[in-house]
């Protein structure tokens, strides 16, 4: 009886629904948008402006994201033993923060190199045994050591975490809840980042 109700009801809704016209769309005439400018300034002579690039505000805002990521791997071995994040979180963690170091350092050497280049041009047009290019080159120098420590540095960390996340999927996977597809990929990150690392 119920079925038959339901059934009467659904008929009924239905053949209204039917019975009744959409609105037809009005027909929308060409909308006049214009597009916003590719090019916001120009030069003088009509030249596009090219923005200079402030490095400045990048190396800053990269300074305060290693200083968060640092205060964030700080608590992450508290938050552990508490047992609120997992050990892969807090793992993560640390490594976000080597990562972050070295992109920092490789925007430092990207600014270095820039005045380096830039006082080169502007001693040799002055004086060639000026002090600002030799100190611009010193800088050059310690930052490019800086760099590369860095670099060597995120690629033993990465090759590290690679090295404990295949550990831990094939720990899964014998005790039965890890997948062989997880142990598979583990394997093919391991041998990509010791690829690089040769």
Not at 42 to 58: H, N, Y
Not at 66 to 90: H, Q, W
Not at 129 to 151: G, K, W, Y
Request: avoid cysteine; hydrophobic fraction near 45%; aromatic fraction near 2%.
């Amino acid at each position: 009886m119920r079925r038959l109700a339901l059934l009467a009801f659904l008929a009924t809704t239905i053949s209204t629904l039917a019975g009744e016209e959409l609105p037809q769309q009005e027909e929308v005439s060409s909308l006049e948008i214009e597009p916003p400018l590719l090019i916001k300034s120009r030069a003088a002579d009509g030249s596009p402006e090219l923005p200079m690039p402030d490095d400045a505000l990048d190396i800053s805002k990269l300074e305060a994201a290693v200083a968060r990521a640092a205060k964030a791997a700080a608590s992450a071995e508290r938050l552990y033993r508490a047992g609120i994040i997992a050990k892969v979180e807090a793992e993560q963690r640390e490594l976000r923060v080597v990562r972050l170091r070295a992109d920092l350092a490789q925007a430092q050497l990207e600014e270095a190199k820039l005045k380096a280049s830039g006082m080169g041009v502007q001693a040799s047009t002055v004086d060639p045994n000026s002090n600002d290019d030799h100190v611009a080159q010193m800088e050059l120098r310690r930052a490019t050591e800086i760099a590369q420590a860095a670099a060597a540095e995120r690629a033993q960390a990465e090759l590290t975490a690679a090295i404990k996340n295949l550990e831990r999927q094939q720990k899964l996977l014998a005790l039965g809840s890890g997948r062989k597809s997880d142990v598979a990929r583990a394997e093919e990150k391991l041998a990509e980042l010791k690829r690089k690392e040769n």
